[in-house]
């Protein structure tokens, strides 16, 4: 009787957690052993440990700025603004706006368009996989060296990604994805097809990888929607341009370290003694992002006397996701 009881809490444990998966493949099932012993047992491999989310480095100040100012063209065919600001890591309205166009113009190859996606490096951790969902951008840094880093997709303000360590514990290509019941209760509710499993290819939300977090039911993932990147879109996993999540793909293997934070204000100070400052919306609502926050911040980092507080104050009310100059002017 206990033993019936354990294997029906066990089973009870497993389902559950299944309901509240983000975007989950299929498990690869072990090749049976050609001479199975009936005494045989299986102990699970504990998933690596990562930093602790207390013990982050925060607040840090960052050296890095990534992205730039330029001209960019499409090159083989035209290409929406929605999709170039997925593409580079800026929002569709700054393009639009910079650009005096509508954010769902498209671009023809020889014409250009101007970008400013500057971005802060968030230094939280120095080893790993670093996501910062006001940011929507993902770093991936190798003991202590930034590596590269990606415009993203995030949860959704009503289907948080949630903050947290953990580290990478499957890897898989071509995933199948089974449809955990959350997300087949919303299809019913949209009156779409209520799909339970889907396949490899073009449909498959998952994309071509999937690499799974120790966060239950969060991943990092391709996408068969591109156009759907540096937005809050998904129910929680963490997406990423195609061809981006298989350059990442190829760089991580199981138990490499991460953490997901949220940060709306990141300064970062380089070298030639420039200080930056990047505010992001606080899409859900947590607060951080006013200019006492900056403030305090820059207090912390002993960057107060430093700044521009009125150039830093247009930036906390615009926050438009874009690092900027505050440099006091001497």
């Known amino acids: 009787m206990r033993a019936a009881a354990a294997l029906l809490f066990l089973l009870l444990v497993i389902f559950t957690g299944c309901q509240k998966s983000c975007n989950r493949p299929t498990p690869v099932a072990p090749a049976p052993s050609a001479s199975p012993s009936p005494t045989?047992?299986?102990?699970?491999?504990?998933?690596?440990?990562?930093?602790?989310?207390?013990?982050?480095?925060?607040?840090?100040?960052?050296?890095t700025v990534v992205g730039k100012q330029f001209d960019y063209s499409p090159e083989d065919e035209e290409e929406e603004v929605h999709l170039i600001s997925a593409k580079l890591g800026e929002d569709s309205k700054l393009i639009a706006h910079?650009?005096?166009?509508?954010r769902f113009k498209s671009i023809e190859p020889g014409d250009s368009v101007h970008i400013d996606n500057r971005h802060v490096v968030a230094c939280d951790i120095t080893n790993g996989i670093l996501v910062n969902l006001p940011q929507r951008m993902l770093f991936y840094y190798d003991h202590g060296k930034l590596v590269t880093s990606y415009p993203v997709a995030i949860g959704k303000p009503d289907w948080e990604t949630p903050v947290g360590a953990f580290s990478i514990v499957s890897r898989s290509r071509n995933p199948t994805w089974v449809v955990p019941k959350n997300i087949r209760d919303e299809m019913e509710e949209e009156g779409r097809e209520v799909q339970t499993r889907v396949a490899p290819g073009p449909g498959n939300p998952l994309g071509n990888y999937w690499m799974g977090t120790s966060i239950p039911g969060i991943g990092i993932h391709a996408t068969n929607s591109p156009a759907s990147i540096y937005s809050y879109h998904t129910h929680g996993c963490v997406r990423l341009d195609p061809d981006n999540a298989k350059d990442l793909f190829g760089r991580i293997a199981r138990g490499v370290p991460g953490m997901i934070v949220y940060e709306p204000i990141n300064f970062a100070k380089l070298d030639d003694g420039r200080i930056f400052l990047e505010v992001d919306r606080d899409i859900y609502e947590e607060g951080g992002a006013t200019l006492d926050d900056a403030r305090h911040i820059a207090n912390s980092l002993a960057l107060t006397d430093l700044i521009d507080w009125d150039g830093a104050a247009a930036v906390v009310n615009n926050h438009d996701g874009i690092a900027h100059d505050v440099t006091a002017k001497k």
């Open 40 to 63: 045989a047992t299986f102990t699970a491999t504990p998933a690596p440990t990562p930093i602790p989310y207390t013990q982050r480095h925060f607040p840090c100040l960052s050296n």
């Open 98 to 102: 910079a650009n005096h166009i509508s």
